[in-house]
C-alpha cells in the first residue's frame, strides 16, 4: 500500500449523524494535516497534528494520530449537509530523499438531508 | 481572509505547445508549492520554491517543467512540449513562516486540457 491512504473510499450518512474517516502512512512523519475539497474547487486546511501529538480538536472536527499504528482518524460530529466533500490527509514525509506533503486517495463524505 | 488566486481556471493548449499557469500566493508566504491532480487520482507534489530557488521536486518534475517568481507577487509554472498526459488539475498553495510545518493554503485550481 501507499503512504496516505484513507478509508472509506466513499462514506454516505444522515445529516446529525457523525463521521469517522481513517488513514493509514508507511514512513515516519514530521506532522499529519487534513484537507477538505469541494467539487471543482481547491483544498481547503481543516487540522494539523504534529507527531507528537495524540489528538487535536477544532470545532466539530476531532484528529487522533497514533504513531505507533501509523494511523490517523478524523472525526466529524454533528454532519451537516454542507460538510459533504472529499476528504484527505496528508502526511509531512520524506520520501525518496526529497521532503513532500503526500496526499492519500481521500473519502468522499455524502451528508444526506 | 486572504487567498490564493491562480489564472486562467482553465486553459485548453495543443499538444506540444508551452503553457504557463500563473499563481498569486498569499502576501506575507514565504513558500510555495505546484501540485497536480489528475481526474480521479491523488493529489501530488510537483515542487516547492523557498528563497527564490526550488527546495524540493519530486520525480515528477522533470526538464518538461519549470517555477519562477518573476516579480514579488507571481508565482508561475511553465510547461514546455506538453504531452496528452499533462491534463490535469494544478493547484498552487502557499505557506508561511516555517514551511512544511505550517497549513498549506492552495488556490482553486487550473484545468489544463491538452488536446
Known amino acids: 500500500s501507499q503512504q496516505g491512504e484513507e478509508d472509506p473510499q466513499a462514506l454516505s450518512i444522515q445529516e446529525g449523524e457523525n463521521a469517522t474517516m481513517n488513514c493509514s502512512y508507511k514512513?515516519?512523519?514530521?506532522?499529519l494535516q487534513w484537507y477538505r475539497q469541494n467539487s471543482g474547487r481547491g483544498l481547503v486546511h481543516l487540522i494539523l497534528?504534529?507527531?507528537?501529538?495524540r489528538e487535536k480538536h477544532s470545532g466539530r472536527l476531532r484528529v487522533t494520530l497514533d504513531t505507533s499504528k501509523k494511523s490517523s482518524s478524523l472525526l466529524i460530529t454533528a454532519s451537516r449537509a454542507a460538510d459533504t466533500a472529499s476528504y484527505f490527509c496528508?502526511?509531512?514525509?520524506?520520501?525518496?530523499?526529497?521532503?513532500?506533503?503526500?496526499f492519500g486517495q481521500g473519502t468522499r463524505l455524502t451528508i444526506n438531508p | 481572509e486572504p487567498e490564493v488566486t491562480q489564472t486562467p481556471s482553465h486553459q485548453v493548449t495543443q499538444m506540444g505547445q508551452e503553457v504557463i499557469l500563473r499563481c498569486v500566493p498569499i502576501?506575507?508566504?514565504?513558500?510555495f508549492y505546484w501540485y497536480r491532480q489528475i481526474l480521479g487520482q491523488k493529489v501530488e507534489f510537483l515542487v516547492s520554491?523557498?528563497?527564490?530557488?526550488?527546495?524540493?521536486k519530486s520525480e515528477i518534475f522533470d526538464d518538461q517543467f519549470s517555477v519562477e517568481r518573476p516579480d514579488g507577487s507571481n508565482f508561475t509554472l511553465k510547461i514546455r512540449s506538453t504531452k496528452l498526459e499533462d491534463s490535469a488539475m494544478y493547484f498552487c498553495?502557499?505557506?508561511?513562516?516555517?514551511?512544511?510545518?505550517?497549513?498549506?493554503?492552495f488556490g482553486d485550481g487550473t484545468r489544463l486540457s491538452i488536446l
Open positions: 498553495a502557499s505557506s508561511g513562516q516555517g514551511g512544511w510545518e505550517q497549513p498549506q493554503h
Open positions: 514512513t515516519s512523519i514530521n506532522n
Open positions: 497534528i504534529r507527531s507528537n501529538e
Open positions: 496528508a502526511t509531512d514525509a520524506w520520501i525518496q530523499g526529497a521532503q513532500k506533503l503526500v
Open positions: 502576501s506575507n508566504h514565504l513558500y
Open positions: 520554491f523557498y528563497n527564490n530557488e526550488i527546495s524540493e
